[in-house]
């Protein structure tokens, strides 16, 4: 099972940073708006079927 | 709204890059982070009498980058376009690392290849808008929204008029809604030639809280539009803007229902996009439809920008 990363930069420097890094390790990113239905939200989280075992701010 | 995601191993979230940048209230333009909701922002520009013409279905607590990212629109869309029609500037975060921008915080900006629309309704697959520059408009002298229950032909009637409204909505059970702003003896003159009773404003608000568990937009010529809804399964609760030629359907029935829809939609020169669903009924109905004719262009442009594809994998088209 594969462990889901939460990262929430504070500036736009460090997003492009913090997106370069997970690129250049061929993990997927999934950008997050917060709104109820976006871009970003990964659809349905709780019913999806991959697995999100633990996360890191 | 998407596909759901084929592989997940980072959510970045944009929740922290919330400030409002840069408010030019006499040039009418603001330039704020992605992150900051849409609400936020509202509640700045109204502190000058200003807004963004913006309000999205599924409201509240949207932000302004991921409206940007999904091109999610609303009843507004009818008088003042979508945002990629105010939108002036855009920031994003590419996968090199490199943050790139296109537009600028000046209302004529025409050098170079417009970028922002590349990104605008692109999922996030080609970048993370970081930030991202707007025209504002000034807040109406008067906005007055009325009702009546007359299906079609009202729309019609309300469309019609010497001037034409703001918003206009039709809903399922043949009620009409039409927002008329501007000036006060233009508004006044309109609505009483209408003669339909005049609705609490707060009725828009209510209207964009819609966020049906399953929810389909389709999007149609309007001359097909009309057709397209009602011959949707009996029953069946929807609402359109018929002026833009979109509904939005409070899905009830089952995939079957929604794939011969989307066909007869695409027959007619539409599309039929799943806004909301449970992954299972999402994944066998498909978040999209027919591959658009521009799709190898589509892939090309995806490679140029994520040759590993890792931005949102599976969510998008391409």
Known sequence: MSTVAVEKPSTADELARRLHDAASQKLAVVPVGGGRAEWAEPPNVSTSSYIRRGSTA | ?318
């Open chain 2, 1 to 318: 709204m998407g596909g759901a995601p084929e592989r997940l191993d980072v959510e970045l979230h944009t929740t922290r890059l919330d400030r409002v940048i840069e408010h030019s209230q006499a040039d009418m333009v603001v330039s704020v982070e992605a992150g900051i909701t849409l609400e936020a922002l509202q509640h700045e520009l109204a502190k000058s009498a200003q807004f963004l013409p913006l309000d999205p279905f599924s409201s509240p607590g949207h932000t302004i980058g991921g409206l940007l990212a999904t091109g999610w629109t609303g009843p507004l869309r009818l008088r003042f376009g979508s945002p990629r029609d105010f939108l002036i500037g855009i920031r994003v975060a590419l996968p090199d690392g490199t943050l790139a921008s296109g537009g600028g915080r000046v209302v004529k900006n025409v050098s170079g290849y417009d970028m922002m629309k590349l990104h605008y309704g692109a999922l996030g697959s080609l970048g993370v808008i970081v930030a991202a520059s707007f025209k504002v408009f000034p807040k109406p002298l008067r906005d007055v929204t009325v009702s009546s229950e007359g299906g079609w032909d009202a729309a019609d009637q309300a469309l019609t008029m010497p001037v034409a409204p703001s918003a206009l909505e039709i809903f399922s059970d043949g009620r009409v809604l039409a927002r008329y702003t501007g000036s006060g003896d233009a508004v006044d003159r309109v609505v009483r030639d209408l003669g339909w009773p005049v609705e609490d404003h707060s009725i828009w608000e209510r209207h964009s809280g819609r966020a049906p568990a399953r929810w389909a937009r389709i999007a149609a010529p309007r001359s097909a539009l009309s057709g397209l809804v009602e011959g949707l399964p009996r029953g069946a609760g929807w609402w359109a803007s018929p002026g833009i030629g979109v509904a939005h359907w409070a899905i009830a029935s089952d995939t079957p229902s929604v794939k011969e829809v989307r066909a007869r939609t695409e027959t007619a020169g539409g599309s039929l996009v799943m806004m909301a669903a449970p992954d299972d009924f999402m994944r066998d109905v498909g978040a999209w439809g027919t591959p658009p004719p521009t799709i190898d262009i589509m892939r090309r442009l995806k490679h140029a920008f994520d040759p590993d594809h890792v931005l949102n994998p599976g969510r998008f088209v391409v």
